[in-house]
């Protein structure tokens, strides 16, 4: 009998290291008798991808034969391999007739699925992903309580709908407890020598400073998010291993304890986490929020401005961009005011040239 791991994230728990390590492995788990479709190669340099299972889930909404071609010819590539990885995020939150259509066609094919999520504090997982949105997709509002209980509701759902067809094939791990060394943990899940592979020699999508965060609700308010992942990508890569914290307010923390107590206790039960998840790791002091920015925060983001070059699509969006950037800095940094502007002098002569 064949042996396929599906690892579905959860969002926030190192899937983007585990990613870039299974690319960087591919040919080595492959001579271990473990097929890991390398559907995604940018990741084994550290680049955020959505693993291997985007084509998966496009092939179920096709049609479920291509969803059965996939999985018996791309993620088993290998005629002699009897094991397979697929890991991807987004296949977490899929159609529950999606999940079904999963286990059925591997029922049909003699193949022994189990699913593999990691799940995190509720605080700390919901803090990061709004630092996620602030540098992808241009969130402007502080951190609040509004979203927090309403994504872990959608997050204990999705485990259930998972849980509904796979039953005890369902592994639930507290990433907590293995984020220092997830790749060991995810191996002993799927039976994988560690000791001839290679390990990520950089961090893998961190989460931002409180002063980066606050930098960045600043920018993207002066743009309408097509910039958002090309500057964000530019100043992580600045400082790729620079280390973060936690911004705590008491009052969210409160809540959330009050209203997810109940999703909690079913994860830790249904799945018998050990050690058991916990809502948060408040240890009763507040964060100081208030975060002074000076010349130097910007730095980062004013040698992105002076180095981008815009695809022509986009060349007037970025003027607009540059003019707004130089009036936040006129009052913090007048010279590199002056150098966004002469800078959009510069792009809007180049381009008179170009359409004349």
Known sequence: MKKLYLHIGTGKTGSSA????LSLNAKALRRQGIDYADLAPEAKHGAISSGNGYQLLHALRESIEEA????????FYSESNHTAIISSEILQGINPVFIQQISDICEKN????????????????????????????????????????????????????YSKVFGDRFRVLNYDAVKHDIYSSFAAIVGVDTRDLQTPQRRVNRSLTLEEAEVFRRINALHDGRFSGAISDFVIAQNPDLKTSVLYDKHVVD???????????????QFRVDPPLVADFYSGE???SDVSLTRESFQSVLHWSLKFMPPQSNHDEFLRFLANFSALLADVS???????????????????????
């Open 68 to 75: 059965e071609r996939l999985i018996n010819t791309v993620y």
């Open 110 to 161: 003699d193949i022994e699925v189990t699913i593999i999520a990691y799940a995190r504090s509720i605080y700390e997982k919901a803090y990061s992903a709004y630092l996620q949105e602030v540098k992808r997709n241009a969130l402007v509002d502080p951190f609040s309580e509004e979203s927090v209980g309403t994504n872990f509701i959608r997050n204990v759902n999705n485990l259930k709908r």
């Open 334 to 356: 007048p010279d590199d005011a002056r150098l966004l502007r002469g800078r959009a002098e510069a792009l809007a002569k180049n381009m008179q040239r170009v359409q004349s």
């Open 18 to 21: 585990l990613q870039s390590w």
């Open 255 to 269: 809540r959330i304890r009050l209203e997810c107590a109940e999703g909690l206790r079913w994860i830790n039960e």
């Open 286 to 288: 507040e964060s100081k």
